[in-house]
Nanobody, 115 residues
């Protein structure tokens, strides 16, 4: 399996930007899809962006045009560039990796957008 370590969360003003990173280690070659969910207390975890081994990406409508997911050439680190942040983007952001046999989650990183 893989292990995931996230970084890059923090506090930013509305309209600002943050970049999240998710570093994968272990059986990275088994991973097909990596991406990001976010969760607000009392609400379900929401898939916001994902990228597959072919480099194809998809986004939730709520972040389309503002967030960009990318990965490095050796596919061990996934990034989420978040621009034009809004207060409603405030959440805990979780990286995940899916191999088809299992899904592994990161520990989560808090993103807070102040108005």
């Amino acid at each position: 399996q893989v292990q995931l370590v996230e970084s890059g969360g923090g506090v930013v003003q509305a309209g600002g930007s943050l970049r999240l990173s998710c570093a994968a280690s272990g059986s990275v070659s088994s991973v097909n899809v990596m991406g990001w969910h976010r969760q607000v207390p009392g609400k379900q975890r929401e898939l916001i962006a994902a990228i597959n081994s072919g480099g194809n990406s998809n986004y939730a409508d709520s972040v389309k045009g503002r967030f960009t997911i990318s990965r490095d050439n050796v596919r061990t680190t996934v990034y989420l560039q978040m621009n034009s942040l809004k207060p409603e983007d405030t959440a805990v952001y979780y990286c995940y990796a899916n191999s088809g046999l299992y899904t592994k989650w990161g520990q989560g990183t808090q993103v807070t957008v102040s108005s």
